[in-house]
C-alpha cells in the first residue's frame, strides 16, 4: 500500500510520518513533493497545494486530516470528482471543544468577567445568583462536535437549543432546522455557540441582523466561536459590542490568521481571543482512525465521514 502524505512546513512532518509509520508498518509512506507524480493508492494532506492532487484519479480516497474541509474545498476541480474526500470525525477534539465551551460559557454565566473587572479596581461586591432559566444556550451546528458539546453544556442544566441545516433530534436540546428555523432558534437563545462548518451558506451568518435576534437579559447577548472566522462578520460583532447587544465574546478562530496586532478585537476587553486552540488534532487519535478508516475500505466496507461536496461538508 502506498500512502501519500503532505502536511504544510511547521506541522510537525517528522512526528506524523514517523506516527504513520508506526500504525501502519506495511505501508510505503512518502511526502509529496513538487513534481511527484509516482502512483499512490491513499493521500493523507492537511492544506496541500492544488498540484499534489490535481488528475489524481488513481487514489482511492483523500483524508483530510480535521475536521474542517474548507480550506482543501477551495482546491475546487483539482480534488478528482471521482475520489472520496474524508475528513476526521473526531480526533480528540469533540472533548476540547466541549472543554472551552463549557469554559467560556460557566465564565459568562457566573460573572467570572465581571468580578475580574471588579478585582482590577479592588472592589469587593458580590452581584445577585444567576438564574438558569434566563440563560439559554444557542449551539449552530449538531454535528459530532456540536453533539458533544451540547451534551457537556446538559450536565449543568442549561435550556439548550440546537440548529442545523437539516433535522435532528438530540435528546434535552430544542432542534431547529434549516432557514425557517433559524430566526425562531436565534430569539430563544442567549447564548451564542457557533460549531457550523463554513459553507457559501454559513459564511457571515454571525451578523448584526442575527446578533440582534438573541435574547439580551439583564446585561446581553454572548457569542462563542470555535468555528471559522468565516462564519463573524467583525464589524457587525464589533459594533454590538460597543452597543451592549452583545455583553461578552470568546473567539477562536479570525477571518485572517494569527489576528494582526492592530485589529480592534484586541483593543475590546469584551472580547476575549485565543489563538485557534480550542481543538487541537490529536496525532494519535487522528492516526488511529484513519488507520481503521483505510482497513474498513481494503475491506470494502464504507466508512463515516465522506465529504458532500455539494454542501461543503
Known sequence: MKLLFYVPPGSGLESWMADFSTALPKADIRFW?????????????????????RGRSDLKAIFNLGAGVDAILQLGDAIPASVPLIRIDDGGMAIQMAEYVTHAVLGYFRRFDKY?????????????????????????????????????????????????????DFPGVSCYAGDEGLDTFLRASRVLVCILPLTESTRGIVNRQNLQKLQKGEDGAYLVNVARGGHVVEGDLLAAVREGQIAGATLDVFEHEPLAPNHPFWQEPRISITPHVSAL?????????????IHALEQGDSVNGVVDRSKGY
Open 33 to 53: 513533493q513538487e513534481g511527484d507524480n509516482a502512483p499512490a493508492d491513499y493521500a493523507l494532506v492537511w492544506r496541500p497545494p492544488a498540484a499534489m492532487l
Open 116 to 168: 475580574r473587572e471588579q478585582a482590577a479596581r479592588g472592589e469587593w461586591k458580590q452581584l445577585p445568583a444567576p438564574d438558569k432559566r434566563d440563560f439559554s444556550i444557542g449551539i449552530l451546528g449538531l454535528g459530532v462536535l456540536g453533539s458533544r458539546i451540547a451534551e457537556s453544556l446538559a450536565h449543568f442544566g442549561f435550556p439548550l437549543n440546537g440548529w442545523s441545516r437539516s433535522p435532528k
Open 281 to 293: 488534532s490529536l496525532h494519535q487519535d487522528t492516526i488511529l482512525q484513519i488507520r481503521d478508516k
